[in-house]
């Protein structure tokens, strides 16, 4: 096991205080740090320090795959660690996106091969050939849009908040409350020239603002706020309108969001931990700088009706231990938090699980002890270890009243 020096993402819609305070560095920082990237992604991999140097995670699995991915994981994944962990900290609103299935990015990553569109283009859509299934743990109070909402919970919606430009499109989702009729209007509206687009949204906005002007306790009020916010940094963006057919979820920290292919959603606010498959394959629906493609958005959007729950929890083991697996489908990884109170009855744990393979704990609160075979190692506060498959046996210790660590392995 060791501690992996982990590099700083710096985007436009990042916090300058939230990862600095988690290191325990200066804030605000310089510039925004959006995110703390912990794991073996060609993009930008974490470091190991060895012999008075440093070799980077993709190298030194590269290196020797048996020792540090298990012959599991090697059987079921081939020689490269399958999931990618991050501390995302947002302050301002990403981008509306999905992400393709397996199946889809074999297909448009060969595509764009074939094209001759460089891997580092702009407007490459496919940049490997995974699928990104992820989950977002909140750190603190975390607000996002994922997924469709019930057609007819959002003519409901639509008809609070907008006016009578609106009237229109509410009602070609009412004589259409299915999948097929949130495709035509995402269509539609993704699609609008510019100025029945602004006069969309100024009809929008301008019904939020009639709505919470009105109802001081109304249902909507929180869907109001939202799109008005998002008006105002994506100005006649039809991300914004796309935006209202979404499920809005507002998640307490220890809550967790899953999101399959085709899901279509944007962070909005807050501090995460995050795990996803080990891809960087985004296809961007507005709200964004960046290049939207929308022929190849719709062909990856999965326009089923959804609700934004947060993903079930459980014990890792019947008699209660101090470890909580969130539970997802995805075969790339399994998140588990682990909480421990120096001066309670989880003081310790262990994580050494016969042929976990590899794993990635970053604490998020407090502090820990590793030890590992007569080996003892301090991981701080903001801080992540990199424990390879030949490690079985670890065990953590609690460093503070509170300690909080995030595990993330590759599901059994």
């Known amino acids: 096991m060791q ?16 990862l600095a305070e988690l290191r325990g560095l200066p804030a605000p920082a310089d510039h925004p740090e959006a995110e703390l990237w912990m794991g073996a992604h060609p993009a930008d991999s974490a470091w190991l320090r060895e012999d008075g140097g440093r070799v980077s ?43 393709p299935s397996r199946e889809q990015a074999r297909d448009g990553f ?17 940049k490997d050939e995974n699928h990104k299934p992820e989950l977002l743990v909140a750190l603190t109070p975390f607000r996002a849009l994922a997924g469709f909402r019930d057609p007819a919970k959002t003519v409901d919606v ?30 539609t509206w993704i699609t609008l020239p510019h100025r029945p687009l602004r006069a969309l949204l100024d009809d929008l906005t ?34 914004v309108l796309t935006a209202s057919l979404l499920n809005y979820a507002e998640l307490e920290p220890g809550e967790g969001l899953y999101l399959a292919a085709g899901s279509l959603h ?11 498959a080990n891809s960087d394959n985004v296809l961007r629906g507005g709200m964004t700088p960046k290049h939207v493609d929308v022929a190849e958005l719709l062909r990856v959007l999965d326009f089923s009706p959804t609700d934004a729950l947060p993903v079930g929890v459980y014990n890792a083991s019947p008699g209660g231990t101090a470890e909580f697996i969130y539970d ?19 003081h310790s744990v ?16 407090g502090g820990v002890t590793a030890r590992c075979e007569g080996e003892e190692i301090e991981v701080p506060q903001g801080a992540a270890l990199w424990v390879p498959a030949c490690d079985r046996e670890v065990i953590l210790h609690a460093g503070s009243a509170r300690s909080q660590v995030f595990r993330a392995v590759v599901r059994a």
């Not at 944007?266 to 996803?276: F, Q």
Request: one cysteine or more; aromatic letters at 6%; hydrophobic letters at 40%.
């Open 3 to 18: 501690l992996l020096e982990c590099p700083i993402r710096n985007y436009a819609w990042g916090s300058r205080t939230s």
């Open 57 to 99: 995670l993709v190298d030194a699995i590269a290196h020797d795959p048996a020792a540090t991915l298990g012959s599991r994981v090697r059987a079921e994944h081939g020689d490269q660690l399958p999931f990618l962990l991050k501390v995302l900290a947002a302050e301002e609103p990403l981008s509306l996106q999905a992400h």
């Open 110 to 126: 060969a595509r764009e091969n074939r094209a001759g569109i460089p891997l580092d283009a702009p407007h490459r859509n496919y």
């Open 158 to 187: 639509l008809k609070h908040l907008s006016g009578p430009i609106m009237k229109h499109y509410c009602d070609m989702l009412a004589e259409q409350p299915d999948s097929g009729g949130l495709r035509a209007l995402f269509t």
């Open 206 to 239: 301008d019904g939020c603002v009639r709505y919470l002007r009105e109802d001081a306790h109304g249902p909507f009020r929180p869907v109001a706020k939202m799109l008005l916010e998002l008006a105002e940094y994506y100005p006649g963006d039809a991300g």
């Open 266 to 276: 944007a962070y909005l606010h807050g501090m995460g931990v995050e795990v996803m």
């Open 328 to 346: 997802t489908p995805a075969p790339e990884f399994q998140l588990s938090r682990i909480e421990l109170d120096a001066t309670g009855l989880h």
């Open 350 to 365: 262990s994580i050494g699980v016969i042929d976990a393979g590899p794993q990635i704990l970053v604490c998020t609160h």
